[in-house]
């Protein structure tokens, strides 16, 4: 049972390039969630989706791009890197609805955009 | 929309000592509550919840947290600290009416000094 697994685990992009970063859990959780963490910022919520195609803004979506064509993948897109956005990005998968007890992550993506 | 304040961005403790790591939330409807542990490079991990029922849940490892709506806390302690204690413990909340969204505070870093 492998949870929730993130891919790459480490990235270097240039400004300007492009990027997925994948997550795949098989716990057939509905929700999904990218959170990017920064230092002193906590972890903020980027997009989520709550079932298989669909999607929605967190907190600080700008500059990102997310699908969920399968209920077990959910994919976040950089389409021109910008150095701003050096963090390091998890993904997390809960039941969600009545019974949102728990959000599984993944193990984590350090990406640096120089 | 809810929102979690973790009052101490660090606190350093000695071994065997006791800790409180600090924890409100606001929120205009019922709440989930969740402590989470992350250690170094690693992803996050549930520590403990509270869902319904008593307001002290405990964890396996001696950690316990007490749910307190009068005054919007959720404060996380231990007895007796350990040098494994050592991470950065996030509190986190959702509402009971089956949000999408895990809303997490900043993180309170737990050093454990010998």
């Known amino acids: 049972?492998?949870?929730?697994?993130?891919?790459?685990?480490?990235?270097?992009?240039?400004?300007?390039?492009?990027?997925?970063?994948?997550?795949?859990?098989?716990?057939?959780?509905?929700?999904?969630?990218?959170?990017?963490?920064?230092?002193?910022?906590?972890?903020?919520?980027?997009?989520?989706?709550?079932?298989?195609?669909?999607?929605?803004?967190?907190?600080?979506?700008d500059g990102y791009n997310v699908s969920r064509l399968k209920k077990q993948n959910f994919l976040l897109g950089l389409e021109s890197a910008a150095p701003s956005q050096t963090s390091v990005y998890f993904c997390a998968s809960s039941y969600g609805g009545s019974q949102n007890t728990e959000a599984f992550f993944g193990q984590g993506t350090r990406l640096t955009v120089v | 929309a809810q929102s979690v304040t973790q009052l101490d961005s660090q606190v350093p403790v000695f071994e065997e000592a006791p800790v409180e790591l600090r924890c409100n939330y606001s929120s205009s409807v019922s709440v989930y509550l969740f402590w989470y542990v992350q250690y170094p490079n690693q992803g996050l991990q549930l520590l403990l919840k509270y869902l319904s029922g008593s307001t002290l849940v405990e964890s396996i490892n001696g950690f316990e947290a007490e749910f307190n709506k009068s005054q919007t806390s959720f404060h996380l302690r231990k007895p007796s600290v350990h040098i494994s204690d050592t991470a950065e413990y996030f509190c986190a909340v959702s509402d009971q009416g089956g949000s999408e969204k895990l809303v997490f505070g900043k993180g309170t870093k737990l050093t454990v000094n010998p």
């Open chain 1, 1 to 61: 049972n492998a949870g929730v697994t993130q891919t790459p685990k480490f990235r270097v992009l240039k400004t300007g390039q492009s990027m997925t970063l994948l997550c795949a859990q098989d716990m057939n959780h509905e929700y999904m969630y990218w959170y990017r963490q920064d230092p002193g910022m906590g972890l903020r919520l980027i997009h989520y989706s709550v079932g298989e195609g669909t999607t929605a803004k967190g907190e600080v979506p």
